[in-house]
């Protein structure tokens, strides 16, 4: 069975620093796509950034990038020049493709950011 | 602006009543999902639709039920056979793009009282 793995329950960084958010996963299909997503305390599901497992290159959006270890199976998520707007949890997920291609969550890293 | 709405932003249910969830799209997409959130959980997935007047249960369907008669909209009721409705709903649909990213609509926050 497919799953995903985030074993950092809260990180805490200051401004401008990086920030690394660990995501491990779990797949028995040579064919799968990764992707990350920012909850604010709004509640809404942002897409930041999605890896395929075919990719030749790390995913990277703006100030986000992805770590892809295929061998290690991990797909860590990192934030560069964290701003105070970054603070809202993280979520690692994994695309489904047995149940309409529905995505499968870990349980979410929070983070911090300090001034 | 293209979109997901949710409908109410916080819903209050007294044990025993059926509640409906309301989910509507306008991005054209056809494939809908239903997630459950618990707090400082991941999130779960209910129900999913990939077609009108087609829909599958997910990991928690149990006591929750789903229509999709229109391709815009993809209502959830919550019924009394659910033992733990109160979490956070949130409704998504997925995107035909290299990607297939789903997007996500504001959330239903359902308490029961």
């Known amino acids: 069975a497919q799953k995903i793995t985030q074993t950092q329950p809260g990180m805490f960084v200051q401004e401008k620093e990086a920030v690394t958010l660990d995501c491990t996963y779990d797949t028995s299909d040579p064919s799968y796509g990764l992707f990350w997503y920012k909850q604010p305390s709004s509640g809404e599901m942002i897409f930041l950034i999605y890896q395929g497992s075919y990719d030749q290159q790390n995913a990277t959006e703006g100030r986000y990038s992805l770590n892809f270890q295929k061998a290690r199976k991990s797909a860590n998520l990192v934030i560069s020049a964290s701003q105070l707007g970054d603070s809202a949890m993280y979520f690692c997920?994994?695309?489904?493709?047995?149940?309409?291609?529905?995505?499968?969550f870990g349980k979410g890293t929070t983070l911090s950011v300090s001034s | 602006d293209g979109g997901i709405t949710q409908s109410p932003k916080y819903l209050f249910r007294k044990e025993g009543q059926n509640v409906t969830l309301s989910c509507e799209q306008n991005?054209?997409?056809?494939?809908m999902y239903w997630y459950r959130q618990d707090p400082g959980q991941g999130l779960r997935l209910i129900y999913y639709?990939?077609?009108?007047?087609?829909?599958q249960k997910g990991d928690i369907a149990e006591g929750y039920s789903v229509s999709r008669e229109k391709k815009e909209s993809f209502p959830l009721t919550v019924t009394s056979a659910q033992k733990n409705p109160t979490a956070f709903y949130l409704c998504?649909?997925?995107?035909?793009?290299?990607?297939?990213?789903?997007?996500f609509g504001p959330g239903t926050r359902l308490t029961v009282l």
């Open positions: 997920a994994m695309r489904d493709e047995g149940a309409g291609t529905a995505l499968i």
């Open positions: 639709s990939q077609i009108v007047n087609d829909f």
């Open positions: 991005l054209n997409h056809d494939a």
């Open positions: 998504a649909s997925r995107s035909s793009g290299y990607y297939n990213e789903q997007f």
